[in-house]
C-alpha cells in the first residue's frame, strides 16, 4: 500500500506514543523475587507473584525512586500523592487475574520531552503521565511437543516493575514518532531506570494514529497499533497505517476505532478487536496497598541522585573538550558511549582525539568483533593511556594504531607493548640526523630536484626516512631536520 | 482433663504442674475433635502432623525449662480461608478442594511462636461468604447449642469448634460481621480488631479493605491473650498498622466505672423482642457496675448495608478472579477453548453465593456504573466511618446487639438471600469502619439460644473494650442486672 505524496499533503496524521519501560530493579515490584532474565522458567517466583490465596503486595522502595527519576527527566510533575488500581482482565500468564497499575492518579503527569526532528528544526511532544504497574508473565504457545494442545505460561516476567508512559498526540508523522522514542529511550537510559533493551522488551511501545484533513479542526477516528516492537517497525508501522487510513476515507469509508497488531512479516497492520469487543477494566483503587505518598524531602533527596542527562553532557562535551556538534551528537547516542569516552578523555588529557579514537578506530573494531562498547577488549582507560603516549610525542598515530591492534588482542598496556615490540617513536636528533645523511646520499637526484625549488619531493624523501626507521622516526622532526639540511 | 472446659489459663497451669504434657493435650484434643466432628461437621479437615509437632516442641521447650510462650500448648482450630503451611487450605470451596497452602500466613506464625498447636481447619461458608455456614461446599457447619439450627457464619466452624470446646480458641475472619455473628449464635466470645491490627498475608482475601482476622474463645481473657499474641505490625502487609499493640491484660482491671458508654438509637428499632431484651439486660448491668449510659446517633447507619454490599462484592469480583484454573485451582474437564476452560471451572467450582457476589462486583465496577455505585459507596463509606468518630467524642464505647435474632434453623433463610444479609445489621457497620469490636456472650432466649451484646471503641482501643467485656463477664453478665 502506498498513498501519493500529494494525497499524504492533504492529510495530516495525529500520533500518540504510549512506552512500557521496564525499570531495572534487582527485585519485582511488590515481590523480593529476582528480576533476571533467562532464568528457568518459573523459578524467580514467590506467594505474591505466583498469585497464590492470601499473598499480598508491598512495594518496592527503589521502584518509587526510578519512577521520580524517570519523571524528571520527562520533564513531568510528581504527584504527592499517587494512587495504585487494579487493571482486571483474565488471562493465563496474569496470576492475580488484576494487573496492579495506577489510574487516575498516575506517580506522574504533564511533562514533555524536546524532538530533534530530521529538518534540524526542534519541536515539544507533550508527556500526559507516566505511571507504574506489574508485568504479566509470559504464555508460550509453541516450541513443546504438545503445543497443539496446550500453552505454557512461565511466571518469572510476573511482577516485574514498568512505568508506562503516554505521550500527547503530538506527533504528526513516523519519523517524528522515531525521533520521540530515540530521544525517550536516551533519557531513560541516562537517568539510569532502564536499559530500554527492545530485544528483551524492557522498551516496547504501542502507537494511536489518526488522520485528519490538513486544517481540520478536530481529530479523526484513532486505531491502536500494538507489537511495534523496534524502531524500523514502529516507523513502518506508523506510515502503512497513515496510508491505509487515508486510502480508506479517500474511498468513502471510515476508519473505526479498534486495536490493530503489527506483521513485521507483511508490513500491515491488522485487526485485532474493535472498540466494542473492547476490555473494561473495571478499575478501582488496590486495597492491598496504601496511597503513595513521596515528601519534599525524600524528593529531593532522589532528584539529588540524579544522572547528568544527555541534553547537558553534550553541550558539556562542546564546551568541556571542544568537540564539534556533530561529535558530541555521536558520543552521546548512548550512555556508555558517553562514559567511555569521558573516561579516555579523562586519562588521555585531550577530549578531541579521544573522540576521534572512540568515533574512529574503537567503534571499526567493535563492529568487526560484533561488539558493544560494554565488552570492548581495550578500555576506556588503557584507550587513554594511548592518547597519552601520542600527545607525549612517544608514538605517532600510525605506531599507536598498531598498538591499539596489539591492544585488542591482548590485556596489556600500551606502554608495555610499545617497549616489548620496539615501536617506541624515534624523537632523537643524532639518531634522525644519521638515517636522514643516509637517505639523502641514496637520492641525489632528489635532492637535486629540492634545490631546484621542486620543494614537493619532500615528501619522498620524508617517506624514505620513515620506511629505513621501520616507521618510528618522529615525522614532524624528520620534516624540520630535512628543511634545514637542505635550505 | 477435660479438654471441652479448658481455659488457656487452664492449660498453662496443668502443663506446668504436669498434669498432661502438650503431646497428651493435642491428641487428646483431636480425638475429642474428631469424634464430635460427626454431630457438627466443624472442622473440614485435620493437621494432626503439625499439631504434635508443635506440641512436642512446647514439651521440649518446658523440658529445658523454657517458657514456650503465652499460648504453650493450646489446642486451636483455625478458619480454612487462613493458610497453615503444607495443611490444605479449601475456604471451603470445590476450586480449592486439593489445594495445600504454600505458606504460613503471619498470624499462623505467630500463633505457633507463641507455643499455639494447630489442630485443625475449621469450616466456613464458602470464601467467606455468607451469613450461616450454608454455602461451605462441604456441608453446613451445625450449631452446637442446638443442633438444628446453623452456627452464623461465615466463620461458622471457628465459633462451633470453641462452643463444643474441641478447641480452646480459634482464629476466624471478618468482613460483614463474620466473627461476632457466629460468636452470639454460638454463645462464645468473637473479636474484631482494628483493621491493620492483625496481618492480613496469608487470609484468604474476599474484601480486603474489610478483612479481618480474629480470636474466638470461651472468655474474653483468652480472646484478649491470643489477639495479643497475633496483633502488630507486619511488613508483609502493606496496611497493617505500626500503632503499638497495647496491654490487654493489663487493661482487664474490672473496673468500668465512669466510663461513658453510648447506645445507638438506630440500632434498637425493630430488634426482635427477646433480643432486645436481652440486651437491655447486658446494659442495665453495665450500668450497675458503674458504667455512664446516655443515647448517640450514628445517622447514615440505615445506608450501611448497602454501602457493604457495594464494596465487598466489587473487591470480591476481583480477588476471586484468581481462581481460573489455570494454576492451583480444580479445572474443568473438556473446555476446548480458554474462555470455555474459564467459564466451565468458575461455573462448575464457585457456588451461588460466590457467583452472585461476583456478578454484583463486577456490575458495580463496569464502565458506566462505576461512579454511581463504587464511588457513592466509598462516600458513604466516610460518612459512616465519620458517625462513628463523632460519637467517639463523647463515649469510649458504643454498645450494641449482634445481631436481631438468635440462631436460625438451617435451611430457614438460604431461598432469601435479603433476609440473610439483615442479619449482619449491627455488624457490618464496624468493619465499615475499621474500628474494634466484639461479640460478648449476653444471656440465652428461653430456648437456649444464645444472644450475643456487641461492645465497639474508638481505632486501636481494643484494651479499652476488653475492659468492658470482661467486667461484665466477670460480674456475671447480665446477671449482674
Ligand atoms: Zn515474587
Redesign the interface.
Known amino acids: 500500500m502506498s498513498v501519493s505524496p500529494a494525497l499524504r499533503e492533504k492529510y495530516e496524521a495525529v500520533i500518540g506514543l504510549e512506552v512500557h519501560v521496564q525499570l531495572a530493579t534487582r527485585t519485582k515490584i511488590f515481590c523480593a523475587c529476582p528480576t533476571g532474565f533467562g532464568a528457568q522458567p518459573n523459578t524467580n517466583v514467590c506467594p505474591v507473584c505466583l498469585g497464590m490465596p492470601g499473598a499480598l503486595p508491598v512495594l518496592n522502595k527503589r521502584v518509587v525512586e526510578m519512577a521520580v527519576q524517570a519523571a524528571t527527566a520527562l520533564n513531568c510533575t510528581v504527584r504527592e500523592e499517587s494512587i495504585f488500581a487494579r487493571k482486571n482482565y483474565f488471562y493465563p500468564d496474569l496470576p492475580k487475574g488484576y494487573q496492579i497499575s495506577q489510574y487516575d492518579k498516575p506517580v506522574a503527569e504533564h511533562g514533555f520531552i524536546d524532538i530533534v526532528l530530521p529538518s534540524g528544526d526542534h519541536k515539544r511532544i507533550g508527556v500526559t503521565r507516566a505511571h507504574l504497574e506489574d508485568d504479566a508473565g509470559k504464555s508460550i504457545h509453541d516450541g513443546f511437543r504438545d503445543s497443539d494442545k496446550y500453552t505454557y505460561v512461565d511466571l518469572n516476567r510476573t511482577g516485574t516493575p514498568l512505568i508506562e508512559i503516554v505521550s500527547e498526540p503530538d506527533l504528526r508523522s513516523a519519523d517524528e514518532a522515531y525521533a520521540y522514542l530515540t530521544e525517550l529511550k536516551l533519557l531513560m537510559q541516562y537517568c539510569d531506570v532502564s536499559t530500554c533493551d527492545m530485544e528483551k522488551g524492557h522498551l516496547r511501545c504501542d502507537a494511536n494514529v489518526s488522520v485528519r484533513l490538513r486544517g481540520a479542526p478536530q481529530f479523526g477516528t484513532k486505531a491502536e497499533v500494538k507489537n511495534l516492537n523496534s524502531f524500523r517497525f514502529l516507523k513502518q508501522a506508523i506510515d502503512y497505517e497513515i496510508d491505509r487510513q487515508i486510502e480508506l476515507i479517500e474511498g468513502g469509508g471510515r476508519v473505526i476505532q479498534e486495536t490493530r497488531l503489527y506483521n513485521p512479516d507483511s508490513g500491515e497492520t491488522v485487526s485485532m478487536r474493535s472498540k466494542e469487543a473492547a476490555h473494561d477494566y473495571r478499575y478501582f483503587p488496590e486495597p492491598d496497598l496504601l496511597p503513595l505518598r513521596i515528601g519534599t524531602a525524600w524528593m529531593s533527596e532522589i532528584r539529588g541522585g540524579m544522572p547528568e542527562l544527555h541534553p547537558v553532557k553534550r553541550a558539556r562535551f562542546i564546551t568541556d573538550y571542544g568537540l564539534r556538534e556533530y561529535d558530541a551528537d555521536v558520543l552521546i547516542q548512548t550512555r556508555e558511549m558517553s562514559a567511555y569516552f569521558e573516561e579516555a578523555a579523562r586519562v588521555g588529557g585531550d577530549g578531541r582525539t579521544a573522540a576521534n579514537w572512540v568515533m574512529g578506530d574503537l567503534a571499526g573494531a567493535l563492529k568487526a568483533d560484533s561488539k558493544e562498547i560494554t565488552e570492548s577488549p581495550v578500555s576506556a582507560a588503557r584507550l587513554g593511556e594511548l592518547i597519552k603516549l601520542i600527545g607525549s610525542g612517544a608514538i605517532s598515530g600510525k605506531l599507536a594504531k598498531d598498538i591499539f591492534a596489539k591492544m585488542w588482542t591482548s590485556e596489556d598496556s600500551p606502554e608495555a607493548i610499545m617497549d616489548r615490540e620496539g615501536l617506541r617513536q624515534i624523537s632523537d636528533t643524532s639518531a634522525i640526523e644519521k638515517i636522514l645523511d643516509e637517505v639523502l646520499a641514496a637520492n641525489p637526484k632528489q635532492v637535486e630536484q629540492y634545490k631546484g625549488g621542486k620543494t614537493a619531493v619532500a615528501g619522498f624523501l620524508v617517506g624514505q626516512v620513515m620506511k629505513a626507521s621501520r616507521g618510528q622516526a618522529n615525522p614532524g622532526m624528520v620534516q624540520e631536520m630535512l628543511k634545514a639540511k637542505l635550505s | 482433663m477435660n479438654v471441652a472446659s479448658l481455659t488457656i489459663d487452664q492449660v498453662r497451669a496443668g502443663l506446668r504442674a504436669k498434669e498432661f504434657t502438650a503431646t497428651e493435650l493435642a491428641q487428646a484434643a483431636l480425638d475429642f475433635a474428631a469424634a464430635e466432628n460427626a454431630k457438627t461437621n466443624a472442622y473440614l479437615h485435620f493437621s494432626a502432623e503439625r499439631a504434635l509437632s508443635a506440641a512436642a516442641e512446647v514439651d521440649a521447650a518446658l523440658g529445658r525449662g523454657e517458657d514456650p510462650g503465652p499460648l504453650a500448648g493450646v489446642p486451636i482450630a483455625v478458619k480454612d480461608?487462613?493458610?497453615v503451611k503444607d495443611v490444605r487450605?479449601t475456604?471451603a470451596s470445590r476450586l480449592?478442594e486439593k489445594?495445600v497452602a504454600?505458606?504460613d500466613?503471619t498470624a499462623v506464625q505467630r500463633l505457633e511462636a507463641a507455643g499455639g498447636v494447630i489442630i485443625g481447619k475449621a469450616n466456613c461458608d464458602e470464601f467467606a461468604m455468607g451469613s450461616s455456614n450454608e454455602n461451605s461446599a462441604f456441608g453446613p457447619v451445625r450449631n452446637p447449642v442446638a443442633l438444628d439450627r446453623v452456627p452464623g457464619g461465615s466463620s461458622g466452624g471457628s465459633a462451633a469448634v470453641v462452643a463444643q470446646g474441641t478447641a480452646v480458641v480459634s482464629l476466624g475472619s471478618d468482613t460483614g460481621g463474620s466473627i461476632r455473628q457466629p460468636a452470639s449464635f454460638c454463645g462464645v466470645v468473637g473479636v474484631t480488631p482494628t483493621y491493620g491490627r492483625v496481618s492480613?498475608?496469608?487470609?484468604?482475601?474476599f474484601?480486603?479493605?474489610l478483612d479481618h482476622i480474629g480470636p474466638f474463645a470461651r472468655n474474653v481473657r483468652d480472646a484478649a491473650t491470643l489477639l495479643q499474641s497475633i496483633a502488630g505490625r507486619d511488613?508483609?502487609?502493606?496496611?497493617s498498622a505500626f500503632a503499638p499493640v497495647a496491654d490487654y491484660s493489663g487493661a482487664m482491671t474490672g473496673d468500668i466505672r465512669s466510663m461513658r458508654l453510648g447506645l445507638p438509637k438506630e440500632y434498637f428499632a425493630g430488634l426482635e423482642s427477646e433480643t432486645g431484651g436481652l440486651v437491655e439486660k447486658g446494659i442495665a448491668a453495665l450500668r450497675r457496675l458503674g458504667a455512664e449510659v446516655r443515647e448517640v446517633s450514628l445517622p447514615n447507619t440505615e445506608y450501611a448495608i448497602s454501602c457493604y454490599y457495594v464494596i465487598c462484592t466489587?473487591?470480591a469480583?476481583?480477588n476471586?478472579?484468581?481462581y481460573?484454573g489455570?494454576?492451583?485451582t480444580s479445572r474443568a474437564a473438556g473446555a476446548n477453548s480458554?474462555a470455555g476452560m474459564?467459564r466451565e471451572t468458575r461455573g462448575e467450582g464457585f457456588g451461588a453465593e460466590c457467583k452472585r457476589r461476583i456478578m454484583l462486583g463486577?456490575y458495580v465496577?463496569?464502565?458506566g456504573y462505576?461512579d454511581a455505585y463504587?464511588i457513592k459507596a466509598q462516600k458513604v463509606r466516610t460518612l459512616i466511618a465519620r458517625d462513628f468518630a463523632n460519637a467517639f467524642k463523647e463515649v469510649d464505647a458504643l454498645i450494641t446487639p449482634v445481631s436481631p435474632f438468635p440462631a436460625f434453623k438451617l435451611g430457614e433463610k438460604l431461598d432469601d438471600p435479603m433476609q440473610m444479609y439483615l442479619s449482619d445489621i449491627y455488624t457490618i457497620t464496624g468493619d465499615i469502619a475499621g474500628i474494634p469490636c466484639m461479640s460478648v456472650p449476653c444471656g440465652a432466649t428461653h430456648d437456649g439460644l444464645p444472644v450475643g451484646m456487641q461492645i465497639l471503641t474508638n481505632h486501636f482501643e481494643e484494651a479499652a473494650m476488653f475492659r468492658i467485656a470482661e467486667a461484665f463477664e466477670r460480674n456475671g453478665g447480665i446477671a449482674a442486672a
Open positions: 480461608v487462613i493458610l487450605n475456604c480449592l489445594f504454600p505458606y500466613a492480613r498475608y496469608g487470609l484468604v482475601a474484601a480486603s479493605s511488613p508483609a502487609d502493606s496496611t466489587a473487591e469480583s476481583s476471586l478472579a484468581r481460573d489455570v494454576r492451583y480458554l474459564y463486577t465496577l463496569s464502565h462505576y463504587y
